[in-house]
C-alpha cells in the first residue's frame, strides 16, 4: 500500500549547493523536506565550516552574461525558476567585473537561514550512512565530490563497481567548430568500423617531428596544479596526465595516445605523420570533441597554450579544460533516466556534482531540476523537462543521455565530469545567422558570437515559456 502523500516529506541528502536548491524547490512547490546535512557531526575534507552552500574554493559564479555566455544563461534561467542560490548569490555579489562573484560568508550564510527559516523544510545534522530506505518514498542524493565513504560504497553497491568514479581525467573538449579540418582530417585507426562507427569517427592532427619535440617540450616545461593533500597523487598507468607521460620519455607519447600507426593524412597521403592527436565525438549533437587521453594537471592559461600548438587546433575553442581531482561521481548517462532517477530505484533522484556535472552553478542548477521534480512526482504531476534549447534542458541532455558513451577503451568510462557550454545545445535552424545590414566585413569570429547571441536568446525565451512565466526571484528573509 502506498502510504505517502503530498504531505509526506522528501528527504535530499547533501546541503551543499544541489542540496541546498532542490530543498528550496521542493519546499517552494508546497512539499515538505527533510535536508540530512552530515557536517556539524562529520567534516569532509574541502569544507571549513557547517554553512549550508559552503563554496569550497573560488567565491565566483563565473561569467554573468546571459547574451553570449553560457555560465550566464543558466545563471539567468535558475533566476527565472525562482533559484535561492542565486537569489542569495546576487544578495551578496562582491564587484568581479563581468562575473558574479560573492562574499562566500555572507552567501552560505544566507542560505543556511533562508533554509533554516522556510517552515517546510527541516535541516537534520547526520551522516546518512546507506542507500536512503524505501519507507522514505522519494528521495534526492546531492551529496556532492566528497560524498563520505559509507554512502558511496553503498552507492556502488547499488550500481555497480564501475558505475561510480572517485576521480575525474577530464581530458579538454574542444567546438567542433573551431577545428581546422584543412589541416585535420576524419578516420578512426585502421578504419576500425566498430559498434556503432562508420570508421571515420576521429578528427586527426597531424604532427611532424619538429613539432612533435617542440610539443613535448612545452608539455615538460608547462605549469601545473598541484594535487591537495588530501587527494593523494590518483595517477594509475591507464589515465596519467599527458605531461607526466612526456616526462617519462620522449617517444611516449607517440607510443601512447599520439601514435600515428593505422591513419593516413587524407590532405598529404605520402607523407607519413610523426605523430597523430586525435579527438573523438564527446555529444550526440557533434559539437564537441574531446583530446583522446590528454587528461592533464597542467594550468588552465597553459593548457590553451601549448594544445594550441598542434596543427589543426591553432584557433581551438576549449568547451573545457583538462583536470583530474578527487570527484566522486555516477556514470549518469547509462544510470539516470531523464528526470534524473536512478533506473534501478524508482523515487530516487541524483542531483549535483555526484550526477557528472561540474562547478557550483551547474551543481545548484541539477539540484534545482532533480527538486521540481520530485516535487511535482510527490503532487501526482506530470514530470515537466526543461526544453533542450536552454541552458538547463542542454546540461540534463548531456547528463541523462546526450553524452556519447564509449566502450572502446576496455576498463575506462568515456563520461567525465561536465559544466555548462554552448556545445551542448541544439543548433540553430539553418539561415538563422545572417549579415546584419551595413556590416562590411562577418568574420568567423562575428558569426560564433552572434551564433552564441541566437542561442542564448532562445534559451530564455523557452526558458520562460517551460516555466509558465517569468518566475519571481526566491524570497529569503
Ligand atoms: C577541493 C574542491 C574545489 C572546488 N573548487 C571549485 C571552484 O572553485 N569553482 C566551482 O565552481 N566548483 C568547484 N568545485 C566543485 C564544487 O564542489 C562543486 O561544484 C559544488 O560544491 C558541488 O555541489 P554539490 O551540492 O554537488 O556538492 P557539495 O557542495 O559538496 O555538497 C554536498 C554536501 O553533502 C554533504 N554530505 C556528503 N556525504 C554525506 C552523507 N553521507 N550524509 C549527509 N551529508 C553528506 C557534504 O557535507 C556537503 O555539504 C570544487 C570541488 C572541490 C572538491
Known amino acids: 500500500m502506498n502510504t505517502t502523500s503530498t504531505s509526506s516529506p522528501i528527504h535530499v541528502i547533501g546541503g551543499g549547493l544541489a542540496g541546498s536548491e532542490a530543498a528550496w524547490q521542493i519546499a517552494s512547490a508546497g512539499v515538505p523536506v527533510v535536508l540530512h546535512e552530515m557536517r556539524g557531526v562529520r567534516g569532509t575534507d574541502a569544507h571549513k565550516s557547517d554553512g549550508l552552500a559552503e563554496l569550497v574554493c573560488s567565491n565566483s559564479f563565473r561569467s554573468d552574461d546571459a547574451t553570449s555566455n553560457a555560465v550566464g544563461v543558466i545563471h539567468a534561467e535558475m533566476r527565472m525558476a525562482g533559484s535561492l542560490i542565486m537569489a542569495c548569490a546576487d544578495r551578496h555579489q562582491v564587484p568581479a567585473g563581468g562575473a558574479l562573484a560573492v562574499d562566500r560568508d555572507g552567501f552560505s550564510d544566507a542560505v543556511t537561514k533562508a533554509i533554516h527559516d522556510n517552515p517546510l523544510i527541516t535541516v537534520v545534522r547526520e551522516e546518512i550512512t546507506g542507500l536512503p530506505p524505501k519507507e522514505w518514498g522519494l528521495a534526492i542524493v546531492a551529496t556532492g565530490p566528497l560524498t563520505a565513504p559509507s554512502l558511496a560504497q553503498a552507492i556502488q553497491a547499488e550500481t555497480g563497481a564501475d558505475a561510480l568514479a572517485f576521480f575525474d581525467a577530464i581530458a579538454p573538449i574542444v567546438y567542433r567548430e573551431s577545428i581546422d579540418m584543412d589541416i585535420c582530417w576524419y578516420q578512426s585507426r585502421y578504419d576500425k568500423v566498430g559498434p556503432g562507427g562508420t570508421g571515420k569517427d576521429y578528427i586527426n592532427c597531424p604532427m611532424n617531428e619538429e613539432q612533435y619535440n617542440a610539443f613535448v617540450d612545452a608539455l615538460i616545461a608547462g605549469d601545473t596544479v598541484g594535487f591537495k593533500e588530501w587527494e593523494g597523487t590518483p595517477y594509475f598507468d591507464g589515465c596519467l596526465p599527458i605531461e607526466v607521460m612526456a616526462e617519462r620519455g620522449r617517444e611516449t607519447l607517440r607510443h601512447g595516445p599520439m601514435k600515428p600507426m593505422g591513419l593516413t593524412n587524407a590532405h598529404n597521403p605520402t607523407v607519413k605523420a610523426y605523430a597523430v592527436v586525435q579527438l573523438r565525438q564527446d555529444n550526440a549533437l557533434g559539437t564537441l570533441y574531446n583530446m583522446v587521453g590528454f587528461q592533464t594537471k597542467l594550468k588552465y592559461g597553459a593548457q590553451a597554450e601549448i594544445f594550441r600548438m598542434i596543427p589543426g587546433l591553432e584557433n581551438a575553442e576549449f568547451a573545457r579544460l583538462g583536470g ?48 521540481r521534480f520530485a516535487a511535482a512526482e510527490r503532487k501526482g504531476e506530470a514530470v515537466s523537462l526543461p526544453p533542450a534549447t536552454t541552458a538547463l534542458g542542454s546540461l540534463l541532455g548531456h547528463i541523462t543521455g546526450g553524452h556519447i558513451v564509449t566502450d572502446e577503451e576496455p576498463g575506462k568510462r568515456s563520461f567525465q565530469p561536465m559544466n555548462i557550454n554552448f556545445g551542448l545545445f541544439p543548433e540553430l535552424q539553418p539561415g538563422s545567422i545572417v549579415k546584419p ?11 560564433t ?24 526571484l526566491a524570497e529569503t528573509t
Open 449 to 472: 558570437i552572434m551564433k552564441r547571441q541566437l542561442i542564448a536568446k532562445r534559451a530564455l525565451a523557452d526558458c520562460a515559456t517551460w516555466l509558465g512565466q517569468a518566475a519571481p
Open 324 to 371: 583530474l581531482h578527487r570527484n566522486t561521481y555516477i556514470n549518469s548517462p547509462t544510470l539516470l533516466d531523464s528526470s534524473l532517477t536512478l533506473k534501478s530505484r524508482p523515487g530516487l533522484r541524483f542531483a549535483g556534482q555526484i550526477t557528472g556535472c561540474e562547478g557550483y552553478v551547474e551543481s545548484a542548477s541539477v539540484g534545482l531540476l532533480a527538486g
Open 437 to 447: 545590414e551595413g556590416v562590411k566585413r562577418f568574420r568567423g569570429k562575428d558569426k
